[in-house]
């Protein structure tokens, strides 16, 4: 009851042929679920800006390296950081002081997307409040290679934002994010969102 070499090498390229057919598709599979799992983090960290920032009583803010899986959320700094610091007896010279700029560094959260995932692009919606914190700040919120800054304020609303993932398949979603009312969706976009 052996086999025969010759039976043994029609399994052995039975398997083969097997395996090729289906790696792609699992391939394209866990790429697609790499890609599901970003933008969820992404909606997730979301969630969380807007509840650290109703809790705190602080403006959050969300902004990630483009082409890079890099992101961070953090408090928004402002000049009236100081004022207050100053009142309490807590500044040391001018600038921000090292207190705020220690607890700010403390609530500070850097992560990544999972591997092969990088964002794309974003489009952030300017209204009269990022407007009048960017001339605060000197007419500018932007930071070189860092994206516009979603921005997260106490009372529970947003940014209006839409934040575009790609994945290693080329395929790309993203996280549609209502300032109103601070939810944040995963969608597929068209292609044609993505430019704008």
Partial sequence: MGFTL?????VLVILVAMLGIGL???L????????SVSAEKVQIEFMRARVDAMESGRIR???FQPETGNFTVAPFIRSSD????????TSQGIGVSSVVMQ????ETLSETLEEGVVFLANNVETDMRSYELAQEQGGDLELSGWSSPVLFYPDGTTSDAVIYLRGDNSRITSVKLRGLTGVARIVEPERVDVGE
Avoid at 103 to 106: L, Y
């Fill in 28 to 35: 394209t599979s866990l790429n697609g679920h790499r890609l």
């Fill in 103 to 106: 607890s700010a560094e403390q």
């Fill in 61 to 63: 803010m969300f902004r």
């Fill in 82 to 89: 100081e004022l207050e610091n100053n009142l309490a007896g």
């Fill in 24 to 26: 792609p598709a699992m």
């Fill in 6 to 10: 010759l039976e043994l090498l029609l």
